[in-house]
Structures are given as structure tokens and as C-alpha cells.
T-cell receptor, first 110, second 118 residues
Framework: GQNIDQPTEMTATEGAIVQINCTYQ??????LFWYQQHAGEAPTFLSY????GLEEKGRFSSFLSRSKGYSYLLLKELQMKDSASYLC???????????FGRGTSLIVHP | DAGVIQSPRHEVTEMGQEVTLRCKPI?????LFWYRQTMMRGLELLIY????????DSGMPEDRFSAKMPNASFSTLKIQPSEPRDSAVYFC????????????????FGPGTRLTVL
């Protein structure tokens, strides 16, 4: 099985930068996804990392270190609409199917 | 494309009743997934299909749950009989397959069915 850990909740101020961490323990790592889920809505894809390093996409960036079993999602210039749950999902062991973490609830306040 | 379509969006039923959830995946996607999400357990994979064939149903909680995919554009998740602990949001998702490219592997989720069993 896989162990995926994320903080349960984080708060940040509008306009600031926040980093949401995800650590995992698995064998045969084969990719890590980040999804955003607003309350009452479906998860939507944000980013995918399979190689070490930083992937930047607008205000959002995702980093991966396979040797450390570690990823983070970086959100810059926070906006109120960024208040949501952020799910880390790991694919491993030859399986095509990612396993989701419990998610981190981010609250952005003025 | 309209995205993944699920119905109903909300379902309230009484314990012991049969519940059927429906899903229409994105056209051309050959993988279909059923998930259940609760506050306690997060997002759990129940079952997934590839080309209409069930591949892994190890996440199905018990025999009361069953899923079918009679064709490429339709799937159902059935709970019979339903129990209060089945109350959750059930998501259907689809993807285009393991091409090795991130865009092709991404799962696209439907809006979910919020099930309440009284």
C-alpha cells in the first residue's frame, strides 16, 4: 500500500504565498498529481510530476523529490478563490491508478 | 465536450432501498472510475473499468455494491440494500489511458452524486 501525508488544514492571507506539502512512502513510484477541490464540487486537475524538479504553471507550481518521497504545491499571489481542498495523489507499484491523500483544506482570508 | 455527466446530483433514500447512480464518461475515454468521498475516509477508489471491463473492484466495500458498464458511454453503481453508512458523495471519473503523457492520464471528475441514506 501507500502512505500519503498532507497537513489537514492551512490558512494564509490574500496576496501571500503558501506551500502545501505532501510526503509519501511507496515502491515503484510512477507519478504524482495535485488536484484542487472547491467545497461541494468535483476535484480538478492542477499538475503532474514524474521527474524531480519544479513544474510551473501560472500562479501554481509543483515540486517533486523522488529520493525524499516529497512534493509540494506552491501557490503565489493568493486569491480568495484559492480557498479549497488540495489533494495529492500518487501512482506507484506498476498501477495506473493513483491513490489520493486526505487533502489539505486551504483557507485564504483578507 | 460536456465533461463527465452524473445523475442524480442528489439522492435521499431510506435504509433498505435500492440506489442506482449513473455516469456518462467523456467520449473517447477508455477508463472509468467510481470513487466515494467522506470526511472520515477522504476519496476512495471503489472500482475502475478499462474498455468497459471491470479491472479492479477491490475497493468495493461489500456485496451490497455492484457496478456495471454495458457500453463505452454508460456506467451504473448500484447499492442494494442501502444503509446510513453509505451516505457520501460518489464521483465518477474518466481518463484516456496510460499514454505516458500527463494530459492523457489525467482523470476528469463528474460533479458527483450526494447520497443520503436515512
Amino acid at each position: 500500500g501507500q502512505n500519503i501525508d498532507q497537513p489537514t488544514e492551512m490558512t494564509a492571507t490574500e496576496g501571500a504565498i503558501v506551500q502545501i506539502n505532501c510526503t509519501y512512502q511507496t515502491s515503484g513510484f510512477n507519478g504524482l498529481f495535485w488536484y484542487q477541490q472547491h467545497a461541494g464540487e468535483a476535484p480538478t486537475f492542477l499538475s503532474y510530476n514524474v521527474l524531480d524538479g519544479l513544474e510551473e504553471k501560472g500562479r501554481f507550481s509543483s515540486f517533486l523529490s523522488r529520493s525524499k518521497g516529497y512534493s509540494y504545491l506552491l501557490l503565489k499571489e493568493l486569491q480568495m478563490k484559492d480557498s479549497a481542498s488540495y489533494l495529492c495523489a500518487v501512482r506507484a507499484g506498476g498501477s495506473y491508478i493513483p491513490t489520493f491523500g486526505r487533502g489539505t483544506s486551504l483557507i485564504v482570508h483578507p | 465536450d460536456a465533461g463527465v455527466i452524473q445523475s442524480p446530483r442528489h439522492e435521499v433514500t431510506e435504509m433498505g432501498q435500492e440506489v442506482t447512480l449513473r455516469c456518462k464518461p467523456i467520449s473517447g475515454h477508455d477508463y472509468l472510475f467510481w470513487y466515494r468521498q467522506t470526511m472520515m475516509r477522504g476519496l476512495e477508489l471503489l472500482i475502475y473499468f478499462n474498455n468497459n471491463v471491470p479491472i479492479d473492484d477491490s475497493g468495493m466495500p461489500e456485496d451490497r455494491f455492484s457496478a456495471k458498464m454495458p457500453n463505452a458511454s454508460f456506467s451504473t453503481l448500484k447499492i442494494q440494500p442501502s444503509e446510513p453508512r453509505d451516505s457520501a458523495v460518489y464521483f465518477c471519473a474518466s481518463s484516456s489511458g496510460a499514454s505516458g503523457r500527463a494530459g492523457a492520464d489525467t482523470q476528469y471528475f463528474g460533479p458527483g452524486t450526494r447520497l443520503t441514506v436515512l
